[in-house]
């Protein structure tokens, strides 16, 4: 998989720096890539090309033609999975609510332990080392291509 809008990114920021030589200004690769992910909300260039990678495993190029339902915030879509189910899934600051079939796409039977152990909130696993494991397989590479990188479950507990 081709991570596009990394690649965008780091065009813009190169020629940002290309532009400031120009100008007399002295302006480094890596800084241009940390000012754009701090413009965007990212801690960092680091942090922004986690959550890109990420989006791009969870939400993968033609999921579109799956019906999922959207939320601004985790917060906000956990009142919808308590009262109708599914499995929340973050993606970027927002997060959206899918289904088995959903998961099933991205490689998950629906009984698989890890899967029940994580519960389904991904933004709050409940069980950290399968929530490890899950996300592992999610992030590797599919088709020869690299993923890398963990967002959900940085908090989780065992």
Same mark, same amino acid.
């Given at each position: 998989?081709k991570h596009s809008r990394l690649e965008e990114l780091r065009t813009r920021a190169k020629i940002?720096?290309?532009n400031a030589g120009k100008s007399g200004k002295a302006l480094s690769l890596k800084q241009a890539?940390?000012?754009?992910?701090?413009?965007?909300? &990212?801690?960092?260039?680091?942090?922004?090309? $986690? +959550?890109?990678?990420?989006?791009? *495993? @969870?939400? =993968?190029?033609? /999921?579109?033609?799956?019906?999922?339902?959207?939320?601004?915030?985790?917060?906000?879509?956990?009142?919808?999975?308590?009262?109708?189910?599914?499995?929340?899934?973050?993606?970027?600051?927002?997060?959206?609510?899918?289904?088995?079939? &959903?998961?099933?796409?991205?490689?998950?039977? $629906? +009984?698989?332990?890890?899967?029940? *152990? @994580?519960? =389904?909130?991904? /933004?709050?696993?409940?069980?950290?080392t399968a929530w490890q494991r899950l996300e592992a397989r999610l992030l590797k590479p599919r088709?020869?291509?690299?993923?890398?990188?963990?967002?959900?479950?940085?908090?989780?507990?065992?």
């Amino acid at each position: 998989m081709k991570h596009s809008r990394l690649e965008e990114l780091r065009t813009r920021a190169k020629i940002r720096v290309k532009n400031a030589g120009k100008s007399g200004k002295a302006l480094s690769l890596k800084q241009a890539l940390e000012e754009s992910a701090r413009k965007r909300g &990212y801690t960092d260039w680091r942090d922004l090309k $986690r +959550n890109l990678v990420w989006m791009d *495993a @969870v939400y =993968p190029q033609g /999921s579109s033609r799956m019906l999922n339902l959207w939320f601004s915030t985790p917060a906000e879509g956990r009142g919808y999975l308590r009262a109708k189910g599914g499995t929340l899934i973050p993606y970027g600051k927002q997060c959206f609510i899918c289904d088995a079939d &959903y998961l099933a796409q991205l490689g998950f039977d $629906r +009984n698989d332990p890890d899967l029940k *152990a @994580v519960g =389904p909130d991904w /933004s709050e696993p409940a069980q950290a080392t399968a929530w490890q494991r899950l996300e592992a397989r999610l992030l590797k590479p599919r088709n020869g291509v690299k993923r890398g990188g963990t967002l959900a479950g940085q908090n989780a507990s065992n």
